[in-house]
């Protein structure tokens, strides 16, 4: 079992930049791939990043790229999320979540985060 507690999320205004963190406890953080999710008032969650357990590889979602960056630090058992030039629809809740492999955490992770609200006024 893992635990996520995210962190981080506000309010900013269009252009502004946010750092989310998710903390991990309970098993070995290291041994998980990492991912954010996102769910915007009246739609489906969506996946934006995701990192292996190294931080050798990483994938996002087409319409983050360029503008989100997810990094890790293993010893401090915490993922990142540096969103940079936000846009009003970047709004949502944003979810920290874990699995064994990039491609499980992409699809359909098995360990999820409450979520952090990011809010961005136009």
């Known amino acids: 079992q893992v635990q996520l507690v995210e962190s981080g999320g506000g309010l900013v205004q269009a252009g502004g930049s946010l750092r989310l963190s998710c903390a991990a406890a309970?098993?070995?953080?290291?041994?998980?791939?990492m991912a954010w999710f996102r769910q915007a008032p009246g739609k489906e969650r969506e996946f934006v990043a995701t990192?292996?357990?190294?931080?050798?590889?990483?994938y996002y979602t087409d319409s983050v790229k360029g503008r989100f960056t997810i990094s890790r630090d293993n010893d401090k058992n915490t993922v990142y999320l540096q969103l940079d030039n936000l846009k009003p629809e970047d709004t949502a809740v944003y979810y920290c979540?874990?699995?064994?492999?990039?491609?499980?955490?992409?699809?359909?992770?098995?360990?999820w985060g409450q979520g952090t609200q990011v809010t961005v006024s136009s």
């Open positions: 990192i292996s357990q190294s931080s050798g590889t990483t």
């Open positions: 979540a874990a699995d064994w492999t990039t491609a499980q955490a992409m699809a359909a992770p098995q360990y």
């Open positions: 309970g098993r070995t953080f290291s041994n998980y791939a």
